[in-house]
Nanobody
Framework: QVQLVESGGGLVQPGGSLRLSCAAS????????MGWYRQAPGKQRELVASITDGGSTNYADSVKGRFTISRHNAKNTVYLQMNSLKPEDTAVYYC??????????????WGQGTQVTVSS
């Protein structure tokens, strides 16, 4: 059994910062790639950032230079530091992990989502 739990969302003013956390727990043997996706009402879900077990990162063009993804492998946790937030960053942010669970196969897991609202 694997669970991904996001935290750190909330309401912030434009130009402000938030840090999202996602902790994976349960029967986990290893985690390959972890990432953050977001979906705003009326818009398609998009990949915000991802990071491999080796630390290679990938960012959406819209967040480059403002967001930083990182992970603490020993804690099975991924973070998203969001700076210089804009109203268009408002969305539900979802944590994703490609991990090896008790089935001994790599499978895709998702968190429940955390709301980020950027508004004055």
């Amino acid at each position: 059994q694997v669970q991904l739990v996001e935290s750190g969302g909330g309401l912030v003013q434009p130009g402000g910062s938030l840090r999202l956390s996602c902790a994976a727990s349960g029967n986990i043997f290893s985690i390959n790639t972890m990432g953050w996706y977001r979906q705003a009402p009326g818009k398609q879900r998009e990949l915000v950032a991802s990071i491999t077990d080796g630390g290679s990162t990938n960012y959406a063009d819209s967040v480059k230079g403002r967001f930083t993804i990182s992970r603490h492998n020993a804690k099975n946790t991924v973070y998203l530091q969001m700076n210089s937030l804009k109203p268009e960053d408002t969305a539900v942010y979802y944590c994703n992990a490609d991990l090896q669970d008790g089935t001994y196969y790599y499978q895709d897991y998702w968190g429940q989502g955390t709301q980020v609202t950027v508004s004055s």
